[in-house]
């Protein structure tokens, strides 16, 4: 089979089994009721009176760090606890196709998730007129930064075959990832260490890189940040599934 089929059939299998239990049904209701929840309530949706998705963008890392892992969790670890992953693994399809279906396959369920935020989008230019670009270049930013969650947590499920492990262990990643361009981080660093690693941890902020995609401004950097974490993660990912394999 070509390569593109290949991951076709990964990815299929792998929606496939998100909808065979409530698991996919939850993960929408609880993303969506927090989504809305936070952004009207904590975020004063309607409070601020300004016509944009700001309060709604500004939770949404809040919400990856903690839904995300859950999606995540059993890319790797439900395959090697039941077996599976030998079975997967006779399939014509290398290591990197197997690993790049199940990913995005995955990523393509948190695209559905977010898709679906749309009627927040809808009663904001209902209620003023929004910058629809910011709004657009927000989602983007949005969708990349849960595909770089999503990302470390396949790399993690690789490792494990406990779930609860690989969705902590991804939890704690994401909060170090997040937390790294906090200013009581970066300013205990630049006390007691050059301001080359204060330099170094904020570069890898997951809010710094959003920020300017947030406020529609499309930075070359931001993004290539997340491909490239995107990318690190899955290749390493790669090299997990091969050696399980392996052994």
């Not at 089994?17 to 698991?23: G, L, N």
Request: with cysteine; glycine share 8%; hydrophobic share 55%.
């Amino acid at each position: 089979m070509s390569g593109a089929r290949n991951l076709w059939v990964v990815g299929k299998r792998e929606l496939r089994s998100y909808f065979a239990t409530p698991v996919a049904y939850v993960f929408l209701v609880v993303f969506l009721l927090l989504a809305g929840f936070l952004s009207q309530f904590l975020g004063q949706f309607y409070e601020g009176g300004q016509a944009n998705l700001e309060s709604f963008f500004s939770f949404n890392i809040w919400l990856y760090l903690f839904l995300v892992p859950a999606i995540s969790m059993r890319l790797w670890s439900e395959e090697r606890r039941n077996g599976t992953i030998e079975l997967l693994m006779t399939l014509p399809i290398t290591e990197t196709q197997a690993v790049l279906g199940k990913y995005l396959a995955a990523w393509a369920f948190c695209g559905v998730a977010l898709a679906l935020t749309f009627p927040i989008w809808i009663t904001v230019a209902y209620l003023g007129d929004p910058d629809h670009g910011t709004i657009v270049t927000g989602y983007l930013g949005s969708f990349l930064m849960s595909g770089a969650f999503l990302a470390i947590g396949s790399m993690v499920s690789a490792c494990t075959k406990n779930q609860v492990i690989a969705f902590v262990v991804t939890a704690t990643v994401g909060f170090v990832f997040i937390l790294a361009d906090f200013p009581f981080i970066t300013g205990v660093i630049d006390a007691y260490l050059p301001e080359v690693f204060g330099q170094l941890v904020r570069s890898i902020g997951f809010m710094t890189h959003f920020s300017g995609l947030q406020r529609g401004v499309v930075e070359l950097p931001s993004v290539v940040f997340f491909g490239s974490l995107i990318a690190a993660a899955l290749y390493v990912n790669t090299l997990l599934v091969a050696h399980v394999k392996a052994s």
